[in-house]
């Protein structure tokens, strides 16, 4: 007789859902790009980027504790490389786009965002000679055509009216930042994701605490007010714990070139947020665009084909 099986938890069959996990992960993040517009001029960029890992550490701790203490030789050994990924995705990455945000529009941050998987793809290909297949080029160029066709509303040659200012470059240096630390999480040491990223975390609010203080001294100040608990809130519970966790158990199931274009969801629930909290009419162009993203990262995702020169 065979044996009986056993149920498998919600949380295990997650854990093995890379398309949902990376899917989730870029709600979450859309969803912080529109609130950290949102608070701009209410809510200190730095100190809220210090704040952030701060708590998500604390949030952690009760359950990476036991893992931490197993691994954190392991960790000790790989410091180079942790430095790295604490500097690139949770402290520079971080801070240059909350910092962005104070001086450019949404529609820019959404649209310099939809690069974001070229970035990955150029850090995997100087780093490690990584290089994408056909599919995934065609992919990275069908999802982003569609992001443009979302962001100009169905006008590409609104692009030509787009003026980029310096949070605009602030916001593509921040991206490329995190395109290095996508690319190298694929060199991540053999610990558990909540060992590396607790680690990551408290890295990164170390690297963050002299900025905020420096803000803080120049009259920059958190209002302990509802707006800034409620943005706390949001960003350390799902703009970084359950982000993250999501993005980089994505990235070690399916490699970083495949898990990209899934950050080309970002723009697309954007603007779904928009029409849901700001009242926006869904248009043609809305659907023609999404079908577009969500055909380019099905195509994107897959694996096979030959690779790009």
């Known amino acids: 007789m065979s044996s009986p099986r056993h149920p498998i938890s919600p949380l295990a069959w997650l854990n093995n859902q890379p398309y949902v996990l ?13 609130l950290a517009r949102y608070v ?37 050994a790989h410091w180079p490389l942790l430095l790295l ?15 962005a945000m104070q001086y450019t529009q949404a529609l820019n941050g959404l649209l310099i965002q939809s690069s974001t998987p070229l970035f990955v793809a150029l850090w995997s290909l100087l780093l490690f000679g990584v290089r994408l297949s056909l599919a995934q080029f065609a992919g990275i160029a069908m999802s982003l055509s569609g992001v443009l066709v979302i962001l100009t509303r169905g006008d590409l040659g609104a692009l030509a009216g787009i003026q980029f ?9 921040a991206l490329l930042v995190f395109g290095l630390y996508s690319a190298a999480m694929t060199r991540r040491p053999a610990v ?18 002299p900025l905020a203080v420096w803000e803080y001294s120049s009259g920059f100040v958190l209002a ?13 519970v ?10 980089n158990r994505g ?9 990209a274009p899934f950050l080309h969801l970002v723009p697309l629930f954007g603007s779904v947020l928009a029409i849901l909290l700001l009242g926006e009419e869904l248009r043609l162009f809305h659907l023609l665009g999404y079908a577009l993203v969500i055909a380019g990262v099905i195509i994107a995702s897959r694996t096979g084909g030959a690779k790009m020169a």
Do not use: E, K
């Not at 990924?85 to 910092?99: D, K, P, Q, V």
């Not at 909540?194 to 609010?205: D, K, P, V």
């Not at 509802?226 to 350390?236: C, D, E, H, N, R």
């Not at 070690?252 to 495949?258: A, T």
């Open 22 to 34: 990376l899917t989730l992960a870029s709600l979450f993040w859309a969803g912080n790009i529109v």
């Open 40 to 76: 701009a001029g209410h809510v200190p960029p730095l100190t809220l980027s210090c704040i952030r890992w701060i708590g998500t550490f604390l949030m952690l701790w009760p359950f990476a504790r036991t893992h931490l203490a197993r691994d954190w030789r392991t960790l000790l």
């Open 85 to 99: 990924l604490a500097l690139t995705g949770f402290a520079i990455n971080n801070a240059l786009s909350y910092w």
């Open 165 to 173: 200012n310096r949070g605009d470059l602030m916001f593509a240096g």
């Open 192 to 209: 558990h994701q909540l060992s590396l990223i607790s680690a990551c975390t408290a890295l990164g609010a170390v690297l963050l605490l």
């Open 224 to 236: 302990p007010d509802l707006l800034s608990i409620a943005t706390l809130g949001y960003v350390i």
């Open 238 to 247: 799902f703009a970084s714990t359950l982000a993250y966790l999501f993005f």
């Open 251 to 259: 990235i070690s199931l399916i490699g970083p070139n495949r898990a």
